[in-house]
């Protein structure tokens, strides 16, 4: 999906993938998780502000990433908000992301360190490169 909803200031929650993981989930309806979001049972999201820490810390020299954008409300119950790095707050997903509830889907470059450019592709600087 490529809509314009779930900008950096709207509340919206992000998910980063692998390009090749994502377009299997996109084939079959449903998301799983990362290795490491079945390793601890939940699947990892970050808001707007947690993104760019994380991308930094996780994703830096991955390529082929996409950036993954969703509207909290329609996760329903089984979004938790809950203290990770620091104390602040993350959104988990205790059940399978259909993928049809995605806002949209942009890919995610990185920069000449290696490192996810997450401001260009939340601003849609990236889209008209790449979509």
Not at 40 to 53: E, K, P, R, W
Not at 58 to 67: F, K, N, S
């Amino acid at each position: 999906m490529t809509s314009d909803c779930c900008r950096i200031d709207d509340g919206a929650i992000y998910k980063i993938a692998s390009a090749a993981e994502w377009r299997e989930a996109e084939a079959g309806g449903v998301y799983l998780g990362s290795a490491d979001d079945l390793r601890d049972g939940f699947i990892h999201f970050s808001t707007a502000t947690q993104l760019d820490v994380t991308a930094r810390k996780y994703y830096t020299g991955r390529a082929d990433l996409v950036l993954i954008a969703f509207g909290p409300a329609v996760l329903g119950p089984q979004l938790r908000w809950e203290p990770s790095r620091g104390g602040a707050l993350f959104p988990h997903l205790y059940a399978p992301l259909e993928t049809r509830l995605a806002a949209w889907v942009r890919p995610l470059p990185l920069d000449g360190d290696g490192v996810p450019c997450i401001g260009l592709v939340l601003t849609g600087a990236t889209e008209r490169k790449n979509a």
